[in-house]
């Protein structure tokens, strides 16, 4: 059984930076891993992706601000934002595809943690 749990999220300041973190198990090693997240009233999107072969994707809007740590514990994901911005409001999920895979795309992801929410005040 695949599961996800996310920890990490809370409450910041803008500038301000947070470390989510993704526990998983049941999943194959160097399955495709990413974060998502979705605010109020808006649809979920992709944040960042990692695959099996430690390429990393980012979002335009969290270039340069957020980035998935390399080198980690084959069941655990880490999402280091920084210079947090108020509109990267919203509740983070992690996610996998569940296979191994080279740059996945956004649709490709389906296993999905609870979710840790990030609030960043301005």
């Known amino acids: 059984q695949v599961q996800l749990v996310e920890s990490g999220g809370g409450s910041v300041q803008a500038g301000g930076s947070l470390r989510l973190s993704c526990t998983t198990s049941g999943l194959i090693f160097r399955a495709c891993m990413g974060w998502f997240r979705q605010a109020p009233g808006k649809e979920r999107e992709g944040v960042a992706s990692i695959d099996r072969l430690d390429s990393t994707t980012y979002t335009e809007s969290v270039k340069g601000r957020f980035t998935i740590p390399k080198g980690n514990a084959k069941n655990t994901l880490y999402l280091q934002m920084t210079s947090l911005r108020p509109e990267d409001t919203a509740m983070y999920y992690c996610?996998?595809?569940?296979?191994?895979?080279?740059?996945?795309?956004?649709?490709?992801?389906?296993?999905w943690g609870q979710g840790t929410q990030v609030t960043v005040s301005s």
């Open positions: 996610a996998s595809t569940g296979s191994y895979c080279v740059d996945p795309n956004w649709a490709d992801f389906r296993f």
